[in-house]
């Protein structure tokens, strides 16, 4: 507690004896002050806590010190001779009056922790203030003293701490704990009273690519103003949480729930959907969302929480930009999701995988200059699946790594009975791209005795941006080992052009959706066109992937392009079949190097 300030002038003469009065009882203190008659007053004006004093009987203020006058805000003359009434509100008054009937009835300081002031002149602060009431010869309670700690500021910070315990830092939205805290409480609420409860489970379409090629400050910029749209669309009970990247959960309490949750699913996917202005790019993306609704056979939090899971990985199968409500059904379709992710795993050590090889030939000869390994997986039941059906499994059960350097290691050893102008292209995922990957294709090339120099190594754009330093540097040791770097899926990202700059690719491979939509549209041929010219003025080869038709390789041709891969040429095709083919056109092989 603490009144209001006094003057600028300095404590009355009858309060400085005052305080005398009140602590010469020690007789080393009297003695002390006998000698120095103004020592008492200069230690309790130079204390940096409030100090007052106030009459036993009246509860009139006769001592503040100056740092009283600097938290209240005004000056000592006005507190001394009044009473708590006078200066504070009515319910804080009423509060300091029955804390000091506490200290006149004890004789132990009274201790409050924190106490709100509203002062006149500093706002709402926060003290810890300790009392205790001064006797007089007679035993009877005559003062009260009290000493305030301002805690304001410790108390604010204490607060942010434990507000950022709970928020995500990027959205403020809540996070995973606090998340988990509520779903607990109301999945207690919804088993006392049947209370309806829905959890949504959502996370964004197309978002790692625009992280990855626009930069993480965009991407954090876009996530902010999702977080915005996101609290709209949700009602004024419900927690919105941001559980990590781009993956986000609702906590709807309402009843009745069946058509609420879908109008809720609906709003969101609509709002989510619109385009954001994000420093000048126009960027989009989707939602998939899950929705697990509780029940007599889902009353506790975790099952809430996988029904969700369950429906979100159905939306992202059906397509994604959609929603899906839990249905029992689906745990069939996760069962065969985790099935598949087992059966990816144990199919290297059992064998099945296969490198098959798709060549590329220079544009002028038509001569074949070398093949790219592409890998297919023999399943036992289905057949040969090509990578689409299993490499984003892969990546996702964090296999791709390892898959990776099997495929490098295996092409390099079946390159080895090639010519050695016949080169061998093998593609790098972005996981593969750390300072471990050096060391990886020394292993390779030495093991395999193929010569550094037909080997070339496709690296997209999306693994120069998880790291563009450490990738550099990367690709500079390999190059230095005379292995070839080309980049890979050239146009499709935003920073293409700056990764010329940064390091000296060997060639550019145009990608196939250029190719595809050639002769229909006349932007992609200019493209086309351009990249070829890149190509020239960089003085290296530029690839155009997905050639298949006779048309497309004459416009592409006509472009510039040097080199061509496609079905017009061959499709993949297992090591035998291509000693066969390089064995019937090895009149035909190209010259050693890119032609």
Not at 265 to 271: F, G, H, Y
Not at 351 to 372: A, D, K, L, N, W
Request: charged share 25%.
């Amino acid at each position: 507690m603490t009144p209001k300030g006094a003057s600028a002038g300095a404590t009355s003469g009858a309060a400085r004896g005052d305080v005398a009065d009140l602590l010469s009882g020690d007789p080393d203190l009297r003695s002390l002050l006998g000698r120095n008659e103004g020592f008492l007053t200069t230690i309790v004006e130079s204390m940096p806590g409030v100090v007052f004093v106030k009459d036993s009987a009246t509860g009139r203020f006769i001592l503040l010190n100056r740092a009283g006058e600097e938290f209240l805000g005004v000056s000592r003359a006005a507190i001394v001779g009044k009473t708590d009434h006078d200066f504070f509100p009515k319910e804080e008054a009423d509060r300091f009056v029955a804390r000091d009937r506490r200290a006149l009835e004890s004789r132990q300081v009274q201790l409050v922790e924190e106490e709100p002031v509203h002062t006149p002149h500093n706002g709402l602060r926060f003290l810890r203030t300790r009392t205790i009431a001064i006797r007089d010869d007679a035993d009877r309670p005559q003062y009260i003293l009290g000493i305030s700690e301002d805690i304001t500021e410790q108390k604010l910070a204490g607060e942010r701490i434990r507000y950022m315990a709970h928020h995500d830092g990027l959205t403020n939205l809540a996070n995973r704990a606090l998340f988990r805290q509520h779903l607990d409480a109301a999945m207690a609420d919804f088993r006392r009273t049947r209370r309806g409860v829905a959890l949504f489970f959502f996370d964004l379409d197309g978002f790692k690519k625009i992280n990855d090629t626009l930069g993480h400050p965009t991407g954090d910029a876009l996530l902010r103003m999702l977080a915005d749209r996101v609290r709209q669309v949700a009602g004024d009970g419900d927690t919105v949480a941001r559980l990590g990247g781009d993956e986000f959960a609702i906590l709807h309490q309402a009843a009745p729930m069946a058509k609420d949750e879908q109008a809720l699913a609906r709003d969101l996917v609509q709002r989510i959907s619109k385009p954001y202005d994000v420093g000048g790019n126009r960027l989009s993306v989707t939602a998939s969302i899950g929705i697990s609704s509780a029940s007599d056979t889902c009353s506790e939090s975790d099952r809430m929480l996988r029904n969700a899971d369950v429906a979100l990985y159905r939306a992202k199968a059906d397509g994604r930009n959609t929603f899906r409500v839990y249905e029992p059904s689906m745990d069939h379709h996760l069962e065969e999701k985790r099935a598949l992710e087992l059966a990816v795993r144990n199919a290297l050590a059992r064998g099945q995988f296969e490198v098959h090889y798709q060549p590329f030939v220079t544009v002028q000869s038509e001569r074949i200059c070398g093949f790219e390994a592409l890998v297919r997986w023999r399943h036992p039941e289905r057949g040969l699946l090509p990578p689409s059906e299993f490499i984003p499994i892969a990546e996702e059960a964090g296999f791709i790594g390892t898959l990776g350097e099997w495929v490098l290691r295996k092409a390099c050893e079946d390159a080895t009975a090639w010519p050695v102008y016949v080169g061998l292209a093998v593609n790098i995922s972005p996981s593969q791209c750390t300072p471990a990957l050096t060391q990886t294709v020394m292993s390779a090339l030495a093991t395999s005795r193929l010569s550094p120099g037909q080997l070339e190594l496709e690296i997209t754009e999306t693994a120069l941006l998880q790291d563009s330093s450490t990738t550099v540097s990367v690709l500079h040791q390999l190059r230095a080992l005379g292995v070839k770097i080309s980049m890979d899926d050239f146009g499709t990202g935003y920073s293409s052009l700056s990764y010329l700059r940064s390091f000296p690719f060997d060639k550019i491979k145009i990608d196939k959706s250029f190719v595809s939509d050639l002769l229909k549209d006349g932007d992609c041929l200019a493209i086309v066109r351009a990249v070829a010219g890149l190509g020239a003025s960089f003085g290296v080869p530029t690839t155009a992937e997905g050639v298949e038709t006779l048309e497309q390789f004459e416009q592409v041709r006509a472009a510039g392009c040097t080199q061509c891969q496609g079905y017009y040429f061959g499709r993949p095709m297992p090591l035998e079949d291509v000693q066969r083919l390089l064995h019937r056109r090895r009149a035909n092989i190209g010259k050693p190097g890119y032609a």
